[in-house]
């Protein structure tokens, strides 16, 4: 079965510390990869996307990710983390040829002072 | 830019209740995507439509059914409602994704309490 698995639930950090979410997907066919923002009581925001060409994809609020087919990996990075970064982190993969998203389990990134 | 618009973004309702969630996609996105977030829990795939026919179905209830109109609007209509019914209910749009490598755009979610 397709399946994406978010490795941590939560991951704690303090501010201006690098961070890295993991994420491992379950089949190494032609996959189209995601990584959405949900802050508190809201919306999915989408943080980046790889489609094809370059493995390393770099997205809104200085977030960037690596695709990595062989390990069928999608890890999410930032160098400083701010406090505002705050926010539930999911993880998200379509399959070539299905339609919908599965979304991983989430990850929760809290940022201390 | 217009975006995925849901309402009512907030609704109560009694156990055993119906209720009904809207969905208006992004002007000329194809394909509506229903999603249920529970608390603290990664969301769901319902169902989905394209051009007005059902296209997938995920782990939808059988006591809820939903639609998309000729204006591709969408519905999701929920009945007998239980206290596990409460969650995030998000809708998506985009060009069908079996074609495109698009993303999903979500609306802000229709927030269900069920008492």
């Known amino acids: 079965a397709q399946s994406v698995t978010q490795l941590d639930s939560q991951v704690p950090v303090f501010e201006e510390a690098p961070v890295e979410l993991r994420c491992n997907y379950s089949?190494?066919?032609?996959?189209?990869l995601f990584w959405y923002v949900q802050y508190p009581n809201q919306g999915l925001q989408l943080l980046l996307k790889?489609?094809?060409?370059?493995?390393l994809v770099k997205g809104i609020n200085g977030f960037e990710a690596e695709f990595n087919k062989s390990q069928t990996s999608f890890h999410l990075r930032k160098p400083s983390v701010h406090i505002s970064d705050t926010a539930e982190y999911f993880c998200?993969?379509?399959?070539?040829?299905?339609?919908?998203?599965?979304f991983g389990q989430g990850t929760r990134l809290t940022i201390n002072p | 830019a217009a975006g995925v618009i849901q309402s009512p973004r907030h609704l109560i309702k009694e156990k055993r209740e119906t209720a009904t969630l809207k969905c208006y996609p992004i002007?000329?996105?194809?394909?509506v995507y229903w999603y249920q977030q529970g608390p603290g829990q990664d969301p769901q795939f319902l169902i989905s439509?394209?051009?007005?026919?059902?296209?997938d179905k995920g782990s939808i209830p059988d006591r809820f059914s939903a639609q998309q109109f000729s204006d591709y609007h969408s519905e999701l209509n929920m009945s007998s409602l239980e206290l596990g019914d409460s969650a995030l209910y998000f809708c998506?749009?985009?060009?069908?994704?079996?074609?495109?490598?698009?993303?999903?755009?979500f609306g802000e979610g229709s927030r269900l309490t069920v008492l």
């Open positions: 998506a749009s985009s060009w069908d994704l079996r074609k495109n490598t698009g993303e999903l755009f």
């Open positions: 089949s190494s066919v032609s996959v189209y």
């Open positions: 790889y489609l094809s060409g370059s493995t």
């Open positions: 998200a993969v379509k399959w070539r040829g299905a339609q919908k998203l599965v």
């Open positions: 002007p000329r996105h194809d394909t």
């Open positions: 439509f394209y051009e007005k026919m059902q296209s």
